[in-house]
């Protein structure tokens, strides 16, 4: 996908909406993604994310010892794919290689984009305070990337137990409202 | 609304595609409301949710003295109702009057149900010990309400400066995942 950098201040907007997303990290080499919906918005600019993620996952240790992460955001058309990853363990498998997911170096972190993803937003932990306690990371995005041409990207919203809303009609209020 | 009781253990399937939020909070006998879409699951349970409350809103206040909220979950019939909330000031507007919405009692918690949305979550302030630097507040949900007549909630995801996704078509993929 052709990219182009997202303004920081306009990455509240991709992730209010409560997509599922696919983070991707790397150790020694070798890249990783899990799929996750448990993350929040914490700020505006810079952009913090806050995100919980199971100390059981392959990821939780990963994360913590790099400090570096990618969140990808996936449309409908990947949800076999996100599924996939959600249910497969990176211990043992090479998710990029068995979900035909295309690696993209990143700019600013060492974890690569996922390329069929329509926005990425390249991340470096920030606080681990509550890591131990909760398995929350706060999570500052230092670069955004955006695919112009996904107008009305049909993201996905997990309902619990694979069963997924698909991102519908918009619609426009008058607000005052950030 | 006839509401039943929701097991706590499914909860995090109300929360988790990021519907947008009214936190109706409490004091001295005065109810308030706010509009809110900074909030994550963060354990299944008993069902832990964080949320990220401004400390210039008139909410962070009070949630921060009384401890205690109710996360209302509206659908799309009151959009109209939920941008009102968030472009008014706690302050100086009964919300409930202004907007015609309807309090209805809580059974573990003080601050009122917001009876036109089609599920409830009573809930307690559980940790604030990051309330200072992000004003995050760690909530336990203590008791869950939903309308069953509600099959397919058509919820509403902010994506910005008033537009707003409305929840679309449901898909199930063969999933492990919870």
Chains 1, 2 share one sequence.
Not at 152 to 168: D, S
């Amino acid at each position: 996908m052709a990219k182009k950098l997202l303004p920081l201040s306009k990455v509240y907007g991709l992730l209010e909406p409560g997509p599922v997303v696919m983070v991707t990290t790397v150790r020694k080499g070798r890249p990783n993604i899990m799929t996750l919906s448990w993350h929040m918005m914490m700020e505006f600019e810079p952009p913090l994310v806050g995100c919980v993620i199971s100390n059981r996952n392959y990821t939780f240790g990963i994360l913590k010892a790099t400090k570096e992460c990618v969140i990808n955001i996936p449309t409908v058309e990947l949800a076999a794919k996100v599924v996939g990853c959600g249910n497969t363990r990176g211990e043992r498998t090479d998710k990029f290689a068995t979900f035909r997911l295309t690696p993209a170096a990143a700019r600013r972190v060492e974890p690569p984009l996922i390329d069929e993803c329509y926005a990425n937003l390249e991340c470096r932990v920030v606080d681990t305070r509550m890591t131990a306690k909760y398995c929350l990371f706060i999570l500052e995005v230092v670069q955004a990337w955006i695919d112009p041409s996904v107008k009305r990207p049909r993201t996905i919203h997990h309902l619990g137990r694979g069963t997924f809303m698909v991102a519908g009609k918009i619609i426009k209020l008058p607000s005052k409202m950030r």
